[in-house]
């Protein structure tokens, strides 16, 4: 059994990949408002400095997004308890590690998770493949969290 004592407050960001995705949404939103722009800017004979202000806008909004996504943590292990964001389906989003029964490795909807059942029935499904972090080493930190809480 292992004694490492868990980090006092453990971070965990969205993997690169799926950063790529959200940013990739946003720059095929920011083609579709450049196209209504541009059809409205020749429809009402506006001045081309519209487009200009629209794109700057644009470009603006994706250095915001991808600084955000980058900086945000997705999950966040603390001495009391863990959060959960930007995860859709994970069930509870918050808890304090004297509420959960356990953490396992499964497989919900054919998806690699880290599962943390709570006392009550409710869990949190944490999807090891939007992490920027190896699911072992993740797993790891939950288990010595959990460890640590329960002492």
Same mark, same amino acid.
């Given at each position: 059994? *292992? &004694?490492?004592? #868990?980090?006092? !407050? &453990?971070?965990?960001?969205?993997? #690169?990949?799926?950063?790529?995705?959200? =940013?990739? &949404?946003?720059? =095929?939103?920011?083609?579709?408002?450049?196209?209504?722009?541009?059809?409205?800017?020749?429809?009402?004979?506006? +001045?081309? /400095?519209?487009?200009?202000?629209?794109?700057?806008?644009?470009?603006?909004?994706?250095?915001?997004?991808?600084?955000?996504?980058? *900086?945000?943590?997705?999950?966040?292990?603390?001495?009391?308890?863990?959060?959960?964001?930007?995860?859709?389906?994970?069930?509870?989003?918050?808890?304090?590690? *004297?509420?959960?029964?356990?953490?396992?490795?499964?497989?919900?909807?054919?998806?690699?998770?880290? =599962?943390?059942?709570?006392? @009550?029935?409710?869990?949190? +499904? !944490?999807? =090891?493949?939007?992490?920027?972090? @190896?699911?072992? /080493?993740?797993?790891? @930190?939950?288990?010595?969290?959990?460890?640590?809480? &329960?002492?």
């Amino acid at each position: 059994m *292992s &004694s490492v004592e #868990p980090k006092a !407050v &453990s971070e965990y960001r969205l993997a #690169p990949v799926v950063t790529a995705r959200f =940013v990739g &949404s946003y720059l =095929v939103l920011l083609a579709f408002v450049l196209l209504g722009a541009t059809a409205l800017t020749a429809a009402l004979d506006i +001045n081309a /400095d519209l487009m200009v202000l629209v794109l700057g806008l644009g470009l603006l909004g994706l250095i915001a997004l991808a600084w955000w996504l980058r *900086s945000t943590p997705v999950v966040q292990l603390t001495a009391a308890g863990y959060r959960v964001r930007l995860v859709r389906a994970a069930g509870v989003k918050e808890a304090r590690w *004297s509420e959960v029964e356990d953490a396992v490795a499964a497989t919900p909807r054919g998806i690699e998770c880290v =599962v943390l059942r709570l006392r @009550d029935g409710r869990v949190t +499904n !944490v999807p =090891v493949a939007v992490l920027a972090a @190896d699911k072992d /080493d993740f797993a790891r @930190d939950v288990r010595e969290h959990l460890r640590a809480a &329960s002492r």
